[in-house]
């Protein structure tokens, strides 16, 4: 039977979009099919349904999304009464839960829908539903002793209406009283209490809410400027030097437009980052000359000027009154509220109590969310060697927000704050390194001429090298000072691993370095070795890429079952590629009998069941391989590329194994997405195995 979580609350402003997407999260790391039902929506757009859409990938058609309308509810319920309403939307529900193993209901919102007792209905739902409950609380503006009664009050009233409460969740409590109401929440309801402190981020409205809910006309400013929050409003009425004292971080200006002196000065100050601004809002419909909007332009590139034709006083107005919300149209916000939901709520203890059974199938979205619920578990920290590339600090934006690992960015130290402040990123603590000028530099050339003094090299020389981002990275991993490196969306993979080599240098069982990618494909995650490194590995080399790559298979939760891929399969073939194979899989079967192997054999035979058992047939691995080890380079590198083109693949890394800390490179046309996962991939690796091993896989991965 379809297990169903239903999200309510008992008032509105209860922010409770932070628990639907937090639970949305979690849910789909367990299944690959996650229904959504909302049984009651106001007219207009559903932002939290279409968010949900496009994180998610989810394929619903949104005309199944929704129960009815409030005034078409409120109407029913007054013509033919409550258990007529119920029904409808009983069976209307039941249409989602045939077609999805789990069903996240989102309950709801408590603001002007002309429901008696809107709480009760709620309760009966989910109780109709056979769905659990997950009930919100607001804390905004509230003291600790109301929040707490108010918490056990919605407990009691739940409960005496029969519902299966899986867990209350306080919301958007002041942060100084978090500690205090959860420790007595704890004490006096028999159920998990998960207390999440207000993020000022969350209620304010993006730049592009601002501009829209306005209907200002945008002067200067790119998507990612409008894509900022508008942390506070300051209004720009006096002399320049008091308005610079009044700025804050994140803040939008408010100003007439006719003041040229406060938009460039407003700006100057966001270009020199004390502070980064959001933006500008010009009132009284009056523009700045053109030449005063170039200069704007080459000062603060990308920051948001907007226009409005009202004053400053009816301006501040709607202002103060705007919140914003989460929408497809804010992945930032998205991202920050997911980070808060899994830093202050027990998701392992909440989805056990949820008894959703893992699916069988493993997506491309959960075993990326896994990788970041793995990373979080055990703090690591992570250099970024590129600090001012874009692609970075939008990665760094996301791993922050997540709080998936900490972080230091190589760079010049202005030129990074200024070009986050540019992207509407706030670095909050990350630390920032320049090589160049960092007291770490004369240490480093030392340690680097003693590691290279076979070769010649000097202390002088080693100076110039350590001012070299990755080789000043990669010393950072091996005196400590950070647990793994990523490196290589602007630099070559030579750039990136060559320091590695030099001073890292491979582990002790480990005769090579190579390199896997994790191939997420529709139903399952293949590993590809070795498909990036090395050109054209002899057979001793190519066992020891096959031993590599099982064990980093099984670190990320997949049972290695090694194919040895040729273009034969057993013994139908002959000649020097094949018995390099041939000689590899028996170096393997003497060293590692453990291990599952077979080969040589051909990609059909071994991923293809049907093509098995006629080539192959009893194999323990043929038609079930999960780590694919190529005879060289060329035929790896074009089959993982072929792989993510065609069949639309997710292909994670290439993730460095053999090393003794783990370096990792990106390709120079990696997403940020892709960094996101590799920063995740090399912060698990840098975890003592024992608290960093994944679980083990499914049975219908075996």
Known sequence: MTRSVYVTGIDRGDGRQVVDLGMMELLTRQVDRVG???????????????????????????????????????ALQAEKGTDELVSQLVERFLAVAREYEVVLVLGTDFHATQLPDELALNARLANEFGASVIAVVGGKGQTAESVRAETRNAHRAYEVLGCDILAMVVNRVAPQDREAIAERLAARVPVPCYVIPDEPALAAPTVAQVTQALGATVLLGDDSGLARDALGFVFGGAMLPNLLKALTPGCMVVTPGDRADLVVGALAAHSAGTPPIAGLLLTLDERPADSILALASRLAPGTPVISVPGGSFPTAAELF??????????????????????????????????????????????????????????????????????????????????????????????????????????????????????????????????????????????????????YFGTLMVQEGLADGMVSGSVHSTASTIRPAFEIIKTKPDAGIVSSVFFMCLADKVLVYGDCAVNPDPDA???????????????????????????????????????????????????????????????????????????????????????????????TGNNTYKAVQRSAGAVAVGPVLQGLRKPVNDLSRGALVSDIVNTVAITAIQSQPQSLSQAPSPSPSQE
Do not use: W
């Open 321 to 470: 009154a705007m919140e914003g919300r989460l929408s497809a149209a804010t992945p930032r916000k998205a991202e920050t509220a997911i980070g808060l939901f899994e830093r202050y709520v027990d998701t392992a203890g909440l989805l056990a109590r949820v008894e959703v059974a893992r699916t069988g199938r493993v997506t491309p979205m959960m075993f990326e969310h896994d990788l970041l619920e793995q990373a979080r578990a055990v703090r690591r920290r992570v250099v970024l060697p590129e600090g001012t590339e874009e692609r970075v600090l939008r990665a760094a934006d996301v791993l922050l927000r997540r709080n998936v690992c900490d972080l230091t960015l190589l760079g010049d130290a202005e030129a990074i704050r200024k070009k986050a402040a540019d992207l509407g990123i706030d670095l909050g603590d990350v630390q920032i390194i320049d090589p160049a000028r960092s007291e770490l530099r004369e240490r480093f050339a030392e340690r680097y001429a003693r590691l290279r003094a076979h070769r010649g090299v000097s202390v002088e020389l080693a100076h110039d090298v350590v001012s070299d981002v990755n």
């Open 540 to 634: 001793e080399q190519l066992a020891d890429i096959a031993v590599q790559s099982a064990a980093t298979a099984a670190r990320f939760g997949v049972e290695p079952r090694i194919a040895m891929l040729s273009y034969s399969t057993g013994s139908s073939g002959s000649g020097a590629d094949v018995d390099k194979v041939r000689e590899a899989t028996k170096l393997v079967r003497e060293r590692h009998p453990e291990l599952k192997i077979e080969g040589p054999i051909q990609y059909d035979a071994a991923v293809a069941p049907s093509v098995a058992a006629t080539k192959l047939p009893g194999s323990e691995v043929a038609g079930q391989a999960t780590v694919l080890v190529f005879p060289d380079l060329n």
């Open 36 to 74: 959504v039902f909302h049984p009651l929506m106001h007219d207009g757009p559903d932002r939290l349904f279409d968010l949900l859409r496009v994180r998610y990938r989810l394929t619903q058609d949104p005309a199944s999304v929704y129960g009815m309308a409030y005034d078409e509810a409120a």
